[in-house]
């Protein structure tokens, strides 16, 4: 019954795009079905109320277009809405908090963990409750950055300026302690490289998206992704301009996209 249905995947820009690669990784000839809400991209600043609803009205076009399992490739919204998208719909939906904590909980060794996430996903504590409930001696040490989801979605992931902007704004994480450090932005992965040349190599990134590609594979398809039909074309949407998107995507995942078309939620 599940095969031939795409994976839904849902961001507020190119920053889902990371988790996407590694489903191409992980899960090769899974089909995807992509929305990236570029017309109300930044979610950070946002209250929680409208973030479900914006999960809420992807999901459900998801699920319209096709899709049988979703991931929600956005820390903001799953922080705040996955509890309401799994109570809601029938479909499996995953989130990237939660694996992420996993992930970062397996490489620490001194249980000093790092966050770095949008301000939406800061306030939320959804890291800090499930972390401490799995792990109740590990410190977990929060840092909002609003400035580099910007700087992803305009492509300037390298340079003088963006390795300017990520010092100034990982200062407070320096004297810390810790050993790793959770990308709790699905934009974050971009600015990899740059955020390793300011914090030094002692310190592990943790990038969600590996563990969250390999609870998908598990939960949506039950080790039966093989059988999906990897001839059909995956399809992505944006709510903003599809031509940007393109450009922005193509360079991030070194690769070509295919056609992106525009979507009214
Ligand atoms: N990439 C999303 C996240 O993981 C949203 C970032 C934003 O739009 O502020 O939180």
Redesign the pocket.
């Known amino acids: 019954m599940l095969n031939g249905k795409p994976i839904g995947v849902f ?3 190119v ?2 795009l990371s988790v996407v690669e590694e489903i191409f990784k992980q899960l090769p000839g899974a089909r995807i079905i992509y929305v990236g ?1 570029t017309a ?7 209250p929680a109320k409208e973030l479900i609803a914006f999960a809420d009205e992807i999901t459900n076009f998801l699920i319209q277009s096709g899709a049988w399992g979703i991931i929600d ?7 705040v809405a996955l509890d309401y998208l799994q109570e809601k719909y029938v479909n499996p939906i995953i989130g ?1 908090v939660e694996p992420g904590v996993k992930a970062a909980l397996q490489v620490t060794k001194n249980n000093r963990i790092g966050l770095i ?5 800061v306030k939320s504590g959804a890291h800090i409750r499930f972390a401490k409930l799995l792990n109740p001696n590990v410190h977990i040490y929060s840092l909002a950055c ?1 400035d580099f ?1 910007p700087l992803v ?1 305009a492509g300037e992931v390298t340079g003088d300026r963006t390795k300017s902007i990520v010092k100034k704004a990982l200062k407070p994480l320096m004297c810390l302690g810790i050993d790793t450090l959770i990308l ?5 992965p971009y600015l990899a490289p740059v955020i390793k040349d300011v914090l030094g190599t002692d310190i592990n990134l943790v990038d969600p998206a590996i563990e969250t590609v390999k609870e998908a594979g598990k939960m949506i398809f039950n080790g039966h992704y093989r059988s999906f039909c990897p001839e059909a074309d995956d399809q992505y949407f944006v709510t903003g301009d599809p031509a940007h998107f393109k450009t922005v995507g193509d360079m991030l995942i070194k690769n070509s996209l295919p056609i992106i078309r525009k979507v009214v939620l």
């Open positions: 961001d507020s820009g920053g889902g809400d109300r991209v930044p979610y950070g600043g946002r490739a956005c820390n903001s919204t799953s922080a990237v996430a949008t301000e939406a996903t609003p989801v979605e709790g932005c699905t934009h974050y």
